[in-house]
């Protein structure tokens, strides 16, 4: 404990009356205005698929979807979504589960404790898990494969990296990043009775992305002193000033989902009321910057996919004119890819040149035809059409 506490770094007295008399003048230490975000980096990672049995099933142990990397300023969470196949709750047979959990490293901040979590990881995995939860963001019923046996259960992990500040809104970035990425395995169900499940591999089928409704946006505001001053986004020097913290979770519809408010001091309804609007306007920004985020990975992966299909092809030497037309129909479909309109023209080269040599092969065969007309016959015609002469 007494190592703990030595390793942990702690803010002097003038440090703290510096932050709060640049706040007084409306400055902020790191350059920004009081309601200003940082900057905001989503970024995506790949696992390879692995499946191993269970008693009632399969569980999905990583895929290659469902991971996030997100830079706050300096804060840094990654997120990570699996799924298992369990038995659904009594009170709900139709609905699969979502549930959160946090890992709190030395490494990010001197301050964690590693084993079990402590009294910052419990209250940010409440937060995080109070919004997506209670805003009924993700569609629990789909997850439903066979109602009271079997549904899929959402585990969110979410680690912390590095601790800069407002953890809570970046373990909330990244929580709703990997969601929006994550793909389930496909179920059918077969067997004689209809009850039996089976579960398809990515090769099989394209595994399903989560039914989200929403993005319930996590916005922590910070409150100095009894006069009312308030900053959004705090960075870690703020948040051992700050007299109490705020965090509104809200969409970009504006609908409020959560309130969670820690520390001793009060705050006025007037500055609460206030603080609501600027978390629905907050919302909103970020949500764009997340789904831009996202849809460039859906780009990328779906090249990643065109790819793979065109080396599989290419690896053939000879198409047929029905098959290079419908390759060629689908993959006009993405034609500001470079790499398909490369293989396109690879294909229109072997064609020609397969078109040549068949030219070529044809009048070197009706010269020896000619030779030997009087001898072989029809015969010459049959074993032209047929194959190369015997």
Known sequence: ?????????????????????ALDSNLRIDGRNPLE?????????????RFASCAIGFSLLSSEDGSS????????????????LVQPYRDRPNEGSLSIYTEFSPMADPAFESGRPGESAVELGRVVDRGLRESRAVDTESLCVLAGRLAWAIRIDLHIIDNAGNLVDAANIAALAALLTFRRPECTLGGDDGREVIIHKPEEREPLPLIIHHLPIAVTFAFFGSEGKMVV????????????RMTVTANANGDICAIQKAGGEGVPQSIILHCLRLAAMNAESITKKIKSAVE???????????KR?????????????????ELQNKVTGNA?????????????L??????????????????????GRTMKGAGSAKSFLGGPSN
């Open 1 to 21: 404990m007494e190592t703990r506490l030595a390793n942990t770094w702690r803010m002097t007295v003038n440090e703290k009356k510096f932050i709060e008399t």
């Open 37 to 49: 975000f940082r900057n905001i980096t989503i970024k995506f990672g790949r696992q390879v698929p």
């Open 69 to 84: 990397d997100v830079l706050l300023g300096k804060t840094r969470v990654m997120g990570f979504v699996t799924a298992q």
């Open 233 to 244: 986004d705090p960075t870690h020097n703020e948040e051992d000033v700050v007299g109490a």
């Open 296 to 306: 460039v990975y859906n780009t990328e992966r779906a090249l990643r996919k065109i």
């Open 309 to 325: 299909h065109s080396t599989s092809v290419a690896a053939s030497v000879s198409i047929a004119d029905g098959d290079r037309r």
């Open 336 to 348: 500001d890819d470079e790499l398909s309109r490369r293989h396109i023209e690879r294909l229109k």
């Open 350 to 371: 072997e064609s020609e040149e397969a078109s040549v040599n068949q030219i070529s092969n044809a009048d070197g065969g009706s010269d020896s035809s000619e030779l």
